[in-house]
């Protein structure tokens, strides 16, 4: 069987209107399966209610799931919208997904994965992190391995940058994201948050020098309401997002990226996969929480 997978947090985001299941490699896993892919969370959870209630809510859309309880509480992140409805977050310290132990079974599904997708939040604790690192080194050779970067408040480090975009082939990453990266890896200086908006040509450098670091297959750019990019060593594609309503935000990175790896599993090209991705991410910027269901025409 070939799974689908995302490692690495599972939890609930506390939204405004009310608790959310979240969790970047949890939304993977589950807009993945939208897909009639075998989608995978692996995460942990601890002992008590809101374990107990992701449980539910993955068996409820059917989404596989390797969720062992440890000793410390699930997840949880305080999530605050501004006018235009961005996230920003407080994340807890001290939760299950920061201790998610390396099993048996999690290693039989990295031997039978097509690919997987890993962040840097989960990698902000030593036992996560190894546990990612060892699942993702049990993976097939050919198996996609997306490192959605996911930069959160302060947890992160240029080591665990760079280890993760060795082992992966492919990045996914936003705009505000690529300033911190290109000074931190590449030491090139930005503006930050204006890089794409005035020097497109230096954002595409920057790119294709961290392909060319770190090898990858193909550098995957959301940069907001401006567009997004997806370029490999020789090509580039571009599409602009659409105008929405907007909800809020959360998890449209995420259903971005589950989508566009579920359109190239099946076999489109780089840029059906690309247009597919804004599509569905736009209508999740429509939606309230990570994990709405979506509709028939654009699971088509």
């Known amino acids: 069987m070939n799974y689908v997978v995302g490692i690495g947090e599972a939890l609930f985001d506390c939204l405004p209107e009310g608790r959310k299941l979240g969790g970047a490699p949890a939304n993977f896993a589950y807009h ?30 059917g989404l596989n799931h390797i969720l062992p309880k440890v000793e410390q509480p699930t997840g949880t992140v305080k999530v605050t919208l501004d006018s235009k409805g961005i ?23 990295a031997r039978n994965a097509q690919a997987i997708c890993f962040g840097s939040l989960a990698q902000r604790s030593e036992v996560s992190r190894k546990t990612i690192h060892a699942f993702l080194d049990a993976a097939p050779k050919d198996a996609l391995r997306v490192f959605d970067i996911n930069l959160r408040q302060s947890w992160f480090t240029a080591e665990v940058i760079s280890e993760s975009l060795h082992r992966a082939n492919v990045l996914k990453i936003n705009d505000e994201e690529l300033d911190v990266v290109a000074t931190m890896l590449l030491g090139i200086s930005t503006v930050p948050g204006k890089l794409i908006a005035e020097d497109v040509e230096k954002t595409r450098q920057i790119c294709r020098d961290l392909i060319a670091k770190y090898d990858l297959n193909m550098l995957i750019l959301t940069c907001g309401a401006i567009g997004s990019y997806v370029f490999t060593a020789s090509k580039e594609s571009y599409v602009a997002t ?59």
């Open 32 to 61: 993945v399966s939208q897909f009639g892919l075998n989608g995978c969370a692996i995460s942990a959870i601890g002992d008590d209610e809101l374990g107990e209630e992701i449980i539910e809510k993955f068996e409820a859309v």
């Open 87 to 109: 996230p920003q977050y407080d994340i807890c310290l001290g939760v299950a997904w920061d201790n998610i132990p390396l099993t048996d079974v999690m290693l039989d599904v």
């Open 242 to 300: 659409p105008k929405v309503q907007v909800a809020d935000t959360v998890g449209a990175g995420d259903s971005f990226t589950a989508t566009f790896v579920a359109q190239l599993l099946l076999g489109k090209t780089i840029r059906e996969a690309h247009e597919k991705a804004v599509a569905v991410s736009a209508y999740v910027c429509t939606q309230r929480g990570a994990m709405p269901l979506l509709p028939a025409e654009l699971k088509a």
